[in-house]
């Protein structure tokens, strides 16, 4: 077998064998296949594509292209939730710590943010101390102690994903269903659950705008998942406006608090009550999805989600003060609002610009390299859909001394409109359960 031919096999339309595969993942892995080999086969497959059994091999071999986690000594069953991410998703931050109060384990790895999007990782390193870079003993002792692991992938696990992901954003190849579904799944069925959620976002700021497409990459996953031998199902959610009212690592924290609190805006609370009741269902701890909703709205308005999560923050290195006192957090020392400039009713066009408009605070990256301002950002006081007056404020900017100020402001005019009135799309278009 040489490389060239596993090239060329793609090149023309052929299917993979799981030999090929695996030598050609393995080689790569360990350094004896060049990165521009691997930027090639990877077109191929951009344009190709995969058959389903061919897409099989290749997820198998990436998420074997490492270490993966294995929980024998935990008695519960183990859930984890991925979303595709957008702006202002912090649904996991609130959601792990409800699950884990109902007696399911939640071992979730998570990645940064890149983008336009935000990364759960970030958004709790904001957290004075909170440290996301555990061992493999570091994740079994925080499942044992708290019942989650809020864990960064680390270089043992799937290493074969980390090269091959850089490499796909380094050559814009990153927009092919069985490229992302094989990404995905790889890191997620390495974390060694039994159950996985999906939040397949639709809209500007989703990664797929378009819902077919969405819908398509959800039924890839949940086959993957069901070959081996995980329950899955997924919800195709709405990014076509931000989720939530707080963008920005430092305030998503504080809104998340809320969440676990039992206030905060409602569409968070519905998909963390909904998304957190399936994984219920799916592990089997509620018999449906009525009865898993039930028992997430009961954690958190009881205060045990919250409990979780201060012993998930005392864990994990965080400053568990913060909870009951969010200005420990850090704060962005000024505060602008952002006005209508005429009556009408907003809504958003592009959801990408309004991540943009906070990368232009200091608040994301655009490579994986750059320092983030975890405390700037954008606070919503009006939705989308929201019939608004001249002069009132539709969102309050978080800045560091007018940093990016500017182009905050223009990047928010090409995000947001006020016009006619606008009909919302549902927060959940679709359920695909598993
Ligand atoms: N997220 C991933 O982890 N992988 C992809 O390919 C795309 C999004």
């Not at 018999?287 to 898993?292: H, P, S, V």
């Amino acid at each position: 077998m040489d490389v060239r031919s596993v090239i060329q096999t793609k090149r023309d339309g052929g299917e993979l064998s799981e030999e090929e595969i695996r030598y050609f993942l393995g080689g790569y892995v360990r350094g004896e296949i060049e990165n521009y080999h691997a930027a090639a086969l990877t077109a191929c497959i951009f344009t190709r594509g995969m058959t389903s059994r061919e897409l099989v091999r290749w997820t198998h071999a990436m998420l074997h292209s490492g270490s993966t986690l294995s929980f024998p000594e935990v008695v519960q069953k183990k859930a984890d939730k991925h979303s595709t991410g957008g702006v202002g998703d912090k649904v996991s931050i609130p959601l792990a710590p409800a699950v884990a109060a109902c007696g399911v384990a939640v071992p979730m790895i998570s990645g940064r943010g890149l983008g336009h999007t935000g990364g759960t990782l970030d958004k709790l390193e904001s957290i004075p101390g909170f440290r996301v870079q555990l061992s493999d003993d570091e994740i079994h002792r925080a499942i044992d102690r708290t019942g989650v692991a809020f864990g960064a992938q680390t270089k043992e696990l799937v290493p074969a994903d980390r090269l091959l992901y850089a490499l796909r954003d380094a050559c814009g190849l990153v927009e092919s269903i069985p490229l992302i579904a094989s990404s995905i799944m790889s890191k997620k069925l390495a974390e060694g659950i039994d159950a996985l959620v999906l939040d397949v976002k639709f809209g500007s700021g989703a990664f797929l705008p378009d819902p077919a497409r969405g819908r398509e990459l959800a039924d890839v996953m949940i086959s993957l998942a069901r070959g081996m031998n995980v329950r899955c199902s997924a919800f195709q959610t709405a990014m076509d406006r931000p989720l939530g009212r707080a963008c920005g690592h430092v305030l998503e924290i504080v809104e998340s608090i809320e969440c676990l609190s039992g206030g905060g805006p409602e569409d968070l609370r519905e998909l963390v009550v909904l998304q957190g009741g399936e994984m219920l269902r799916l592990a089997g701890v509620a018999a449906t999805l009525d009865e898993g909703r039930k028992r997430i709205a009961q954690a958190i308005d009881s205060g045990r989600a919250l409990g979780v999560f201060e012993l998930i923050v005392r864990e994990q290195g965080g400053d568990p003060r913060v909870l009951k006192n969010p200005e420990l957090l850090p704060r962005a020392p000024d505060a602008d609002p952002w006005k209508a400039e005429h009556d009408g009713t907003l809504s958003f066009v592009d959801v990408r610009a309004i991540g943009h408009a906070i990368n232009a605070l200091g608040g994301g990256r655009t490579k994986v390299t750059d320092e983030i301002d975890p405390a700037v950002g954008l606070v919503w006081r009006k939705h989308a859909g929201e019939a608004v007056k001249r002069g009132e404020t539709l969102c309050e900017i978080h800045h560091r001394g007018g940093r990016g100020l500017e182009a905050c402001r223009a990047l928010l005019a090409r995000g947001a409109r006020i016009g006619a009135s606008v009909e919302c799309s549902p927060l959940v278009l679709g359920t695909i359960a598993g």
